[in-house]
């Protein structure tokens, strides 16, 4: 006998990110950073870049944690940076509808980004959450240190591209 209930709705996994990245010097060679935690299970993403800017860094760690999902979730995405969480929580809507234009009317920097993040988060639930960086939240200095070693072995590497990721 079928029964004329709906499928009851499958349940989102809850997944905590933390993001980070950083140059020295800023531009210069750069590294980002992810931790992920699902269920008690960590998995961590760097990358690096040999010549960037802190901003794209910390928009780089963003697009790949939410790029790494594999079905929607609910997420909750701790950063560090203002620029992160203010573009995507309060800028985006006016650069799109301003055809990514700044309210000054000059392009929107990083916009090759700022669409990644938004086509990656797409399909998930995003709490943006800013932490203050270098305050002692261990997970945030966890990232750091993560982004930092990635940017220390790239730029002890004969340089092999664009991006390095692990």
Not at 60 to 75: D, F, G, H, I, M
Request: a neutral charge; glycine letters at 8%.
């Amino acid at each position: 006998m079928a029964s004329d209930e709906p499928p009851a709705p499958q349940t989102r996994e809850f997944v905590e990110i933390w993001t980070d990245g950083g140059c020295k010097p800023n531009p210069g060679p750069g590294g980002w950073a992810a931790v992920l935690r699902c269920r008690g299970v960590e998995r961590e993403l760097s990358g690096a870049a040999p010549e960037t800017t802190n901003n794209r860094m910390e928009l780089t760690a963003a697009a790949e944690s939410l790029e790494a999902l594999k079905r929607p979730c609910t997420v909750v995405l701790h950063t560090d940076s203002q620029y992160l969480r203010d573009g995507i929580t309060r800028w985006h809507t006016g650069w799109v509808r301003k055809n990514w234009r700044t309210a000054g009317g000059d392009p929107v920097k990083n916009m090759d980004l700022w669409r990644r993040i938004l086509d990656a988060a797409k399909p998930h639930t995003v709490d943006w959450q800013w932490v203050r960086g270098h305050a002692g939240n261990p997970m945030n200095e966890r990232v750091d240190s993560i982004a930092t070693q990635a940017r220390e072995n790239a730029t002890q590497q004969p340089d092999s591209g664009d991006q390095t990721k692990r």
